[in-house]
């Protein structure tokens, strides 16, 4: 994952602290912001390779980033965290541009996995076109 | 098509009519029998007229408007006198109504009807009226209102003969009301409905926000727990650091944890108060050396005021402390760039006063009659500002009120909020005398 940016966007320091460390093991560079209004203003300029997003975020939520951004047409991969194991918050996640989600509590190796599946799986598809 | 005259079709649309009227025995759907009514009407030289149509259109406009509800098809009586059920199609929950309210909805209704003057209509609930004399005509509701009876009185029983045949008339007359009666139980019942929507909406809400709030902490510590035991951190100082936090967020759950058992307890009244005469200063010292850490660590400046001499008020020590930590945390998360608190106890006109202020975003006038009512804080929905769940504040000023104190909130948008509490201070002995007479 050498030289790829992924944008953390989490309002809790804690869970930010122990993202970034381990996304920084992986190799990735790490940006990161605490609220939603950061989170989208450093998607929108930064353009990262993976952004792993927070739902319940202060002064913008996760969804309402997720959709603002496809409607910029950035296709980035987005990974949802969400506190709620509700389907409807994972359905709206996916039909508002997300590509994956995971639920709180996670397992760190399983969002890394999933956060490291994802570029792959984006290369391939564009390798099809 | 239209012709009057011919005899054939004169006695066709009178039939028509007839079966139209017939309640009994000529079973359709509201929307067919409005459809022929309308048609025969347009047809017919002569246009007969459909005293039930109007209550038919109500009828129509309403289950349209009410697509779940239509017709109480699952009332049925109980087994319990008087009370009756209504399952909701493929829920587990059963709405009861008693014939009282059942008997003052409907009567709501017949009121609203527009009857000719001098005409006036009682419902007779079972066992509950005895016939009345002098009923011009009754009809039962029939099924599922079974031994319901509709009467109508007529102050000049003249009044119908003039206009047509006499039975013809009284009978679709309380058939409309039949239609009415129906259509006043779908209200009761999509009332109830709407209630218990909401009634669920906010537990749920409750559930949701309080699973939020407990796997936040519990998400972050096993993060770093899972990160330490992946054996990332070699150096010594790292793990340190990384306990400290684990250390950090579990405070943090037990702190939260505290609270929603307070506020059970609290809901349920079963909350015990130890009163015993305490220092309101050393309520306020304690609570504030419990988050002392916390606050400088996000860069607070705290300032405290707090009387040199005691302030004794009667109270549950560990109680007062709760209502000083919520207040500190409150100011904790409300304010955004000046981090400034200021933390005062002082005795003033034989009252106690706590007071905690803070410079952060403040509020609007109407907010501040809202804050101290649970769950304020869920109406922001997803934008969640800050953490928590608007539980603090309601059990700050249920704490207060039992000890006989009232909160205030002075705030101003941007300017930051000052609460100030107010309990009475603990008797003086010649006082507490009386007291103890009165108790």
Known sequence: MAGETILIVEDDPTMLRGLQDNFGFQGYDVISAVDGEEGLDKALSAEPDLIVLDIMLPKINGFEICRRLRAAELTMPIIMLTA???EEDIVMGLNLGADDYVTKPFSIQELLARA?????????????? | MRDAGHEGYQEMSENMVRQ?????HFALASSQRIFLMKQVQDMVHESPSFPTLGAELVGLAYSANNPIIGAPDNLRPTQVDSVWQWVL???????????RRIRSEVEKLIQQQALPPGATVTLLAPETDPFQVGAFASVALGDPFVDWWLELHLADESLFESTADRQV??????????IAALIAFAAIIAHYMRRQLQLNRLKSDLVSTVSHELKTPLASMRVLVDTLLDGHYQNGQMTQEYLQLIARENVRLSQLIDNFLTFSRLERGTQSFAFSQVDLTEVATTAFEVLRDKLEAAGFVVETAVASSPVLINGDRDALITVVLNLLDNAYKYSDEVKHIVLRVYQEDNAAYLEVEDRGIGMAQRETANIFERFYQMDQQLARQVEGCGLGLNIVKSIVEAHGGSIVVDSRPGAGSKFV????????PSSKKLQRIAG
């Open chain 1, 84 to 86: 709620k194991g509700q």
């Open chain 1, 116 to 129: 490291n599946a994802l570029p792959r799986r984006r290369g391939i598809e564009e390798a099809a076109v």
């Open chain 2, 20 to 24: 139209l009227m017939d309640y009994s």
């Open chain 2, 89 to 99: 199609p493929g829920r587990d929950r059963v709405a009861l109504f008693t014939s």
């Open chain 2, 169 to 178: 008339v009284i009978y679709l007359w309380t058939g409309a009301l039949v």
């Open chain 2, 421 to 428: 509490v107010k309990c009475p201070l603990a008797a003086t």
